[in-house]
């Protein structure tokens, strides 16, 4: 495309418009229009958004829709779901969608099916399930399996802790799940230390199986696990690989019979429903685990084919444009009201910081506008005693997504309402806030009186759900992957990329040796990293 995104009409129509809403407030919003808590909503796939409370008209939407229409948003969606390779940085299609492809449906990557390859690492998947969880796997001395420890970091971590979280109600509660991820030795000590090396499986989870914290990770476990068991050949009835790199799994001592495989058309925070979902499955069992990808398939097939004005994904989105790029909001708040999803917000900040945290169009050009806002969150009602003071009454724009579902998995007395009831009444204060003549109304001190105002006016979205069940959790993922390839389709960007990560780690390798030599290095840095790698030696060697 040569024009620029500011070039496109739809994205001057939005400036002048923007200049008209961004003084307008909800409480004239909803006055002027009474129906708008009620048409402003869309549903798919178990899922129901309320997007009334947004600083946004009707034709607010109707401009966002012309921008996604201005910038193909249509074709790319097209595009990825057609096996394209449009992680056009790595020369890859983007095919995370072909994971929960029923069996049947062809999507064909340089003139391959991959269709029925995924179907046959899914029955693969299910049988080794069948087998740890039936206690028909036995570990070296004949014990059955009762502790399964992933280890894997980011793509490789975070979508696999948080489905299990998520889905721990459907999990079989006999077994023990841990996740190992972060190099600090803490993170496996902690993990392991009231386990039976003879009970314990270990999936070694790495796309690329070079992962530097995985891969040490992994030789930990080995040494772990030798250290009890005292034979190498035990290493293959306690570890199993998922990977895309047959050679370096062999190379560490797995059976690659016992290794899941998967594609280079998966990117790692992706992957969670690729192979890298095998933890998951044992947690939940293979029925369980197909019903997340239908769900996943379900949102798949609504962002492909419903209208952008109804489109979940594509609403999420284009609002996060709007406040991104026009009001300048810098963080999206994530807030679910269920326990379940504690590691939801983690989880997506891997999936919407490291796709849109992007400052070079396709094309190579420094972008002219923000990008990729900052998630964070808290379940509710947690954070509601932390951090939403800021949100209330602080100077920033913090748009929020509530997530909430209308049962309970464990209805206990009158949680549950008292629950849903702080979802309604967040999105409700914060979008009307309270007036000074309200405050005062009800006898304030005239000096107290702007400390207890609510100005209002601040954004959110509410999504519902019936039941948090695994259809449901594959359907609010699938919904957030593909707000972010609206996101980054409109400000040109590959979501699908992080060479943002690779320099720290380069320079990393560069100062091991550093710290571990014995001689007192040369160091050639800036100085004040040359001060403290000095002041570390120092200090490590006391
Ligand atoms: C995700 C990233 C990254 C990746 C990890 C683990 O999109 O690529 O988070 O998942 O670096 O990589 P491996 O699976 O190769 O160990």
Redesign the pocket.
């Known amino acids: 495309m040569s024009t620029t995104l500011r070039d496109l009409p739809a994205w001057k129509s939005l400036e002048s418009h923007y200049s008209e809403v961004k003084d307008r407030h909800l409480r004239d919003l909803f006055a002027e229009d009474p129906g708008r808590g009620e048409r402003m909503t869309a549903e798919a796939a178990g899922l129901f958004l309320d997007y009334s409370k947004h600083r946004a008209t009707h034709e607010t939407l109707k401009r966002l829709v012309k921008l996604a229409e201005e910038s193909d948003l249509r074709g790319r969606i097209d595009a990825m779901f057609r096996g394209d390779p449009i992680n056009a940085t790595e020369h890859r299609s983007v095919l995370h969608v072909a994971l929960r492809a029923p069996k049947g449906q062809s999507i064909f990557v340089d003139g391959k099916d991959v269709v029925p390859d995924v179907h046959e690492v899914l029955d693969k998947m299910a049988g080794f399930t069948g087998r740890i969880r039936s206690g028909e796997w036995k570990g070296y001395t004949g014990k059955p399996i009762r502790n399964v420890v992933n280890i ?7 979508g696999p802790v948080m489905a299990y979280e998520a889905l721990r109600h459907y999990s079989d509660r006999g077994l023990t799940l841990r996740f190992v991820s972060n190099v600090d030795g803490t993170d496996f000590a902690e993990a392991t230390r009231d386990l039976d090396p003879a009970e314990t499986l270990f999936i070694v ?7 530097l914290e ?1 891969m040490t990770n992994a030789q930990t476990a080995r040494a772990w696990t030798l250290a009890a068991l005292k034979d190498d050949a035990s290493i293959a009835r306690h570890f199993v690989a998922v ?1 895309t790199n047959a050679e370096e799994v062999s190379k560490f001592g797995i059976d690659t019979a016992n290794m899941f495989g998967f594609w280079d058309w998966v ?5 969670m429903d690729a192979a ?1 979902g095998l933890s998951t499955m044992i947690a939940v069992g293979p029925e369980n685990y197909r019903a997340m990808l239908a769900g996943f398939h379900a949102m798949d097939e609504h962002y492909r084919t419903a209208p952008f004005e109804k489109n979940l994904p594509a609403i999420l989105g284009l609002l996060t444009v709007w406040y991104t790029d026009f009001f300048g909001a810098e963080t999206v708040a994530v807030l679910p009201y269920d326990q379940y999803l504690k590691r939801f917000p983690a989880y997506l900040q ?1 999936l919407t910081m ?1 796709s849109n945290g992007k400052s070079e169009t396709l094309d190579g050009k420094r972008v002219d506008y923000p990008t990729g806002p900052i998630y964070w969150g808290e379940p509710g009602t947690n954070g509601q005693h932390s951090f939403y003071q800021l949100i209330h009454q602080g100077t920033r724009l913090i748009p929020c997504d509530f997530i909430g579902f209308c049962r309970s998995l464990n209805p206990v007395g009158e949680h549950h309402d008292l629950l849903m009831s702080n979802v309604f009444a967040q999105a409700e204060a914060l979008a009307f806030g309270k007036t000074a003549e309200q405050v005062k109304s009800e006898g304030t001190a005239d000096w107290l009186v702007p400390h207890r105002t609510f100005e209002g006016n601040r954004p959110s979205n509410v999504i519902l759900a019936d039941r948090l069940t695994p259809e449901v959790l594959g359907a609010l993922i699938a919904l957030y992957e593909h707000s972010v390839f609206t996101q980054g389709t409109i400000w040109r960007i590959n979501p699908f990329d ?1 060479w943002g ?1 690779e320099l720290g780690k380069v320079l990393a390798k560069r100062i091991i040796p550093e710290l571990e030599s014995k001689d007192e290095p040369k160091l050639n840095h800036d100085s004040s990293t040359n001060a403290l790698i000095r002041r570390y030696r120092q200090h490590k060697a006391r």
């Open positions: 894997g970091i980011g793509g490789s971590d975070l989870s790495s796309k690329t199986f070079t992962t995985t990977s990117g790692g925070r992706y992957s890298i891997q490291e992080q990560v």
